[in-house]
């Protein structure tokens, strides 16, 4: 791992220590210094270079792991989760973090398909035919007049 680490990273607000951790990890692996498969330090090991807390580390680990950045093996180092795979332009893209992005949007479609009492096979189909047909059927909560 490079450790570019600016020290006055340390000097946020106790409560967010972890936050420039998190930014700083998820950087490098946006520009493809860390790749799918590869070890990050220890929470020690990587609280020493860095001069930060371990409780710091370990919150930004969490953090990252939640979204699908990192991955815990049992009894193994944590490493760059498989999940992470490059788009179209080379640059890689975070699968989990984008996945992550989506759910309040489709928490948003499920509240509104239970508020319209529909039956999940109906909106999971609706779904599926919209992800098949690159956006699906244009639809309208108000009725759009035939030309």
């Known amino acids: 791992m490079n450790f570019d680490w600016d020290p006055a990273l340390n000097a946020a607000d106790p409560g967010s220590r972890h936050e420039p951790i998190v930014d700083w990890i998820r950087a490098r692996v946006n520009s493809g210094l860390l790749q799918p498969g590869q070890p990050v330090?220890?929470?020690?090991?990587?609280?020493?270079?860095?001069?930060?807390?371990?409780?710091?580390?370990?919150?930004?680990?969490?953090?990252?792991?939640?979204?699908?950045?990192?991955?815990?093996?049992?009894?193994?180092p944590m490493t760059v989760a498989d999940q992470v795979s490059a788009q179209e332009d080379g640059k890689p893209r975070l699968?989990?973090?984008?996945?992550?992005?989506?759910?309040?949007?489709?928490?948003?479609?499920?509240?509104?398909?239970?508020a319209l009492d529909l039956p999940d096979g109906d909106?999971?189909?609706?779904?599926?035919?919209?992800?098949?047909n690159s956006g699906g059927p244009q639809i309208s909560w108000f009725p759009v007049p035939e030309r």
């Open 41 to 76: 330090p220890s929470v020690r090991d990587l609280a020493q270079l860095i001069s930060a807390s371990p409780i710091a580390v370990s919150k930004a680990y969490a953090v990252l792991e939640r979204e699908g950045l990192l991955k815990r093996r049992g009894g193994l």
């Open 95 to 114: 699968l989990g973090l984008q996945l992550e992005l989506m759910r309040p949007i489709l928490a948003q479609a499920v509240q509104q398909a239970r």
């Open 123 to 132: 909106v999971l189909r609706l779904f599926e035919s919209m992800l098949r």
